[in-house]
Each structure stands twice: as C-alpha cells, then as structure tokens.
C-alpha cells in the first residue's frame, strides 16, 4: 500500500486539528453598546474569524476522510479481505472513525454557524440589555478533539486495512504448500448404480 496516504491524511488531520483550537481561541465575543444619544443598545460582535478557521476545519476533515476511504475502498468494496484479527479490527476502525468523523463534522459546523450568527435587533432604553448571543465555550474544542480522534481511527484502519489486504495477497507459506482440494469423507452426490 502507498505510504503517502497515510501520510498525507495526517498533515490534513494535523492542520484541521490546529484550524479547530485556533477557532476556539478566536471565537467572536458580544458587548452591549449604548448608542450616543442613549436611545438604545445593541450588540457589537468582534471578528468572524473563527467561523472561517471552523469551515477550514471542517473541509479539511471531509478532505483527510475522502482520501483514507478512497485508499481502503471504503472497506467494503473491492475483493475481499482474508479473515483474521487485521481485517477485524480494520472493520471496527472503520465503524469507530466513521462515528468520530460524524461528531467532529457536526461539531465544527454548529460551532462555525453558531459564531457567524449575530443577533440583529436593537432594544429600547429601558427594556433591558439585548441577548448577545455567542458560540459557547468549547465547542470548537469538542470538535477539535473529535478531530484528533478520528486521526488515530484512521491511521489504524489504513493500518490494519493494509496489514489484511497483504495477506489476501502473499497468503503465508503454510497456506500457499497445502494442497488445493482435499478429499474429505462425506457421501457422493452420484446415483449408487
């Protein structure tokens, strides 16, 4: 198998997995301002930073998670794997990294829609202060750490995947000496004539 997959599926982990805490660093932070006049209030977001390095994020997950299960035919397309522990445990790597991705996508893109939504009303001096409504702390970060997650899923699985489709392919020398048909003791299919 080519090692430049795994390779490259990291970098792309690696940067999405820096893009995400970066994002939880600059999230957009409200303040309730009092126009001049003292008229009324309403909320001044600071940058929308963070929702860029959160869709960054997230494309470059979707790009890493391509790249893997294009290179592993997605598990369950292509010939099949011979059985053993390699091809057991690619299988749960796969279920398993599948799982984290979904989380960490759905993370990442509530978090970044979250922050790019800015509250749009004005209220009126003296009914109270408006809802400055915000990303909430760490949900960027829970998205980074499905990030990282899904990283390690994916490397084992192209691992494992790797590990079982080499022996699909070179079977061990025990096997490959066997003979290819043995006679076994069962009854005939044959009439008895």
């Not at 979904?102 to 893109?109: H, Q, R």
Request: hydrophobic share 55%; with cysteine; aromatic share 12%.
């Amino acid at each position: 198998m080519p090692v430049f997959v795994p390779v490259l599926v990291l970098a792309l982990d690696l940067i999405a997995f820096v893009l995400a805490i970066v994002a939880e660093h600059r999230r957009s932070a409200a303040t309730v301002v009092t126009n001049a006049k003292r008229r009324y209030t309403y909320c001044a977001y600071g940058s929308d930073v963070a929702t860029a390095y959160g869709v960054a994020a997230l494309l470059l997950l979707a790009a890493s998670q391509a790249a893997v299960m294009t290179a592993t035919r997605c598990f369950c397309c292509g010939s099949p794997l011979r059985p053993g522990k390699a091809r057991a445990f690619a299988g749960i790597c796969f279920l398993a990294c599948w799982f984290t991705f979904l989380v960490a996508e759905l993370c990442l893109l509530a978090a970044s829609v979250r922050n790019a939504y800015h509250t749009r009303y004005l209220t009126v001096f003296g009914n109270g202060p408006p809802s400055c409504e915000t990303v909430r702390k760490g949900v960027f970060a829970a998205g980074a750490a499905f990030v990282f997650f899904t990283a390690a899923l994916a490397e084992l699985h192209y691992a494992f995947y790797a590990k079982a489709r080499a022996a699909t392919l070179f079977p061990p020398a025990a096997a490959a000496a066997a003979p290819p048909h043995r006679k076994e003791s069962s009854i005939g299919m044959t009439s008895l004539s």
